[in-house]
């Protein structure tokens, strides 16, 4: 007989590490995808402190034969690509009004130095460039192309904003069957919103994991496919 509800701090959901047991991940068909690691966004990457993390996850997923993309904000100057859409709210959360007037043309324009990646996470030649127009780093992007054309299914996404441009993504990739890792400690965004999402909404919608347990799951695969028994 039931007691009634199970309180969601007791629910299977509440512990994730539960379903995660020797977790893999194939090199060969994931590709990591760095979001609007920009320069006109370097203050919020540096107040989540995500820049060594994501560094370091990079490196370590080229080392293992993983493709890394750079999602990259890529707007015409004169806003002829600008997204239409209305929102109530701005970027840092203020109303738009007579005195706030909704934008007509970006923050900065194509071919800007503000719309570089960040060089301290060294992006090379050999990576993925992803300029995108809209929120989704898959939407009329070469990253849907660039997936199937490598046999990939799975996304790993660090970066931001996590409840704008990483939550568009996740929705998309998941509206495509594509699997979806965020990586909790590699992402940059609003407070409390950055944390509701990758503890309330993003579980419900993907997995999300450390860096660690990101690396962890391509050196068991690694590991597995290496051994006799695997051959």
């Known amino acids: 007989m039931s007691d009634g509800p199970v309180p ?22 994931t590709v990591l995808c760095a979001f609007d690691l920009l320069e006109i966004y370097r203050a919020a990457a540096e107040a989540a402190g995500v820049i060594p993390t994501v560094r370091r996850l990079v490196d370590a997923c080229r080392d293992r034969g993983v493709l890394v993309a750079w999602a990259r904000a890529d707007h015409r100057a004169d806003g002829a690509d600008l997204a239409r859409s209305l929102a109530d709210l701005d970027g840092r959360h203020q109303a738009f009004g ?4 909704r934008p007509t043309v970006p923050s900065a324009g194509q071919g800007s130095p ?29 990253l849907p ?40 400690d590699g992402l940059t965004g609003r407070e409390p919103q950055r944390t509701f999402f990758t503890d309330e909404v993003f579980p419900r919608v993907c997995r999300v994991r450390s ?21």
Do not use: M, N
Not at 13 to 26: K, N, Q, S
Not at 98 to 101: A, V
């Open 8 to 29: 969601a701090s007791a629910s299977a959901a509440a512990d994730p590490t539960r379903w995660r047991g020797d977790e893999r991940l194939d090199p060969a068909r």
């Open 114 to 142: 503000l719309y570089r990646t960040l060089p301290e996470l060294g992006q090379r030649s050999d990576d993925v460039d992803v300029p995108k127009h809209r929120w989704s780093a898959l939407e009329g992007t070469c």
């Open 211 to 231: 860096s660690d347990e990101v690396l962890d799951a391509f050196g068991r695969f690694i590991a597995s496919s290496a051994s006799p028994r695997a051959r």
């Open 145 to 184: 192309a660039t997936l199937r054309a490598r046999g990939a299914d799975t996304l790993v996404l660090v970066g931001g904003s996590t409840h704008v441009g990483i939550a568009a993504t996740a929705y998309a990739a998941r509206d495509l069957d594509l699997q979806v890792v965020v990586v909790r």
């Open 98 to 101: 007579p005195d706030h007037p």
